[in-house]
């Protein structure tokens, strides 16, 4: 990496055909690529280390791509004002691409969930194999290194370029025909996430999409969650679901119970779409007629308490939590009402509460919204108004699911955004 004082060097030293702004996933990716392909490109980020979301993600081994992407529809992984303008980068990178590159690196791998691959040791693998991949396109990168201001020069009529970027640091000024901005979101602002990029966005006229915390788990007034915070820690598997009929958006996850509130991959999952002040609809024993289980039960004279018969359904504890919230639950299952088994079993199936809020970025894995895709270009992630400006990875408008959909939409974005780079 070259150090501060390198850079007491010609002024031509400091024209590059890119710099990219963002050394995490999408920026890294990006800077290999377009350096491979001979382009002279200088990596820029504000942090002393590269890649922190790729460090902490995964339990520290990185669910780098998910390989069962749907590439005909992205709808179905991504979500957007369009997740269709994913398409076009997700289908000339896939995840195939991306696990051969991994392949050659010799990087072992698992499948864990779902189509969902982890490094089998630790995402540094993962790390050391894009610093790797940089190195061979000869890409120069200055960490860490703050950007001051960027101002673009358009170029003299009949000009032979579209112009060029004047690229102010605290390690000196540089020259670029073009700016890859690959800043990332507001998640996780303790491993240095910033608004930089819609901010940069913002100066040359771009329009963003409202900003909110995606991946992210919900909380619940104080009062309202008592009776439910005993079960903190508590995991079980569920169908969980949130919108109106026509919009309605469901998955089948684990859901994890906290002191605040709900999270584990269901509520993770579900956040994404989940809006303010609409409830969700959480079935606590999918798959089990809860119904029928307690009318057999009951048919058969069974002496156990309700909350030991529906221990055989659900884990102990919640049957504990939930036979205790009604006196009518709080006896042997042969001498409980017919109503009032059917009322425990349908609130079992189809729980429904209103979160209050969520987290915050601070437990958010991605940041929702950005910039607003019609403004880019879908080919090559390049701003339709602003020549030679590009946005890739989380700072634009597209959210993966939780399972490694959006480290492949930062594979995919840079990758379609490296090719279209212009060399000098």
Request: net charge neutral.
């Amino acid at each position: 990496m070259p150090s501060r004082s390198a850079l007491s060097v010609p002024s031509s030293s400091s024209s590059f055909d890119a710099v990219i702004v963002g050394a995490g996933a999408a920026g890294l990716f990006c800077a290999a690529q377009a350096g491979q392909r001979g382009l002279k490109v200088l990596l820029i980020d504000h942090a002393p280390r590269v890649a922190e979301k790729i460090r902490i993600s995964g339990g520290g081994r990185c669910n780098f791509t998910n390989r069962d992407l749907d590439l005909h529809a992205p709808q179905r992984h991504f979500v957007g004002g369009n997740p269709q303008f994913a398409r076009s980068a997700l289908s000339r990178y896939t995840p195939a691409d991306f696990i051969a590159l991994v392949q050659r690196h010799g990087i072992a791998f698992h499948e864990k969930h779902k189509g969902q691959l982890f490094c089998d040791r630790s995402a540094e693998d993962l790390i050391a194999m894009l610093l790797a991949e940089c190195a061979d396109g000869g890409v120069q990168r200055w960490q860490p290194c703050g950007v001051e201001n960027i101002v673009f020069s358009a170029s003299s009529p009949g000009g032979e370029s579209a112009g060029s970027y004047q690229i102010d640091t605290d390690r000196g000024r540089v020259e670029a025909r073009s700016l890859v901005v690959a800043t990332g979101g507001l998640s996780i602002p303790k491993i240095g996430a910033t608004d930089f990029g819609y901010r940069l966005a913002q100066q040359f006229g771009l329009p963003l999409v409202e900003r909110r915390p995606g991946l992210v788990p919900l909380t619940f007034d104080g009062e309202a969650w008592a009776p439910y915070a005993q079960l903190a820690g508590l995991a079980l598997p569920v169908e969980i679901s949130t919108g109106s009929k026509k919009s309605r958006t469901s998955f089948h996850e684990d859901l994890l119970f906290t002191h605040r509130g709900l999270s584990g991959p269901a509520v993770l999952q579900i956040s994404s779409y989940w809006r303010p002040g609409t409830p969700l609809a959480i079935n606590l024993a999918p798959g089990t007629d809860m119904h029928q289980a307690l009318a057999q039960a009951k048919a058969r004279s069974s002496r156990k308490l309700i909350a030991n018969e529906l221990a055989a359904l659900v884990p102990a504890r919640l049957a504990d939590a939930w036979a205790g919230r009604s006196a009518d639950w709080q006896r042997p299952v042969n001498e409980a009402a017919d109503k009032a088994l059917a009322r425990l079993a349908e609130q079992l199936a189809r729980w429904e509460l209103t979160p209050s809020g969520t987290e915050g970025y601070k437990k958010a894995e991605v940041t929702l919204g950005g910039v607003d895709t019609r403004a880019l270009s879908q080919h090559t992630l390049e701003a339709k108004s602003q020549p030679g400006l590009y946005f890739i990875g989380e700072v634009v408008d597209v959210t993966g699911w939780l399972g490694g959909y959006n480290f492949q939409w930062a594979w995919a974005s840079a990758h379609a955004c490296a090719q279209a780079l212009p060399a000098g």
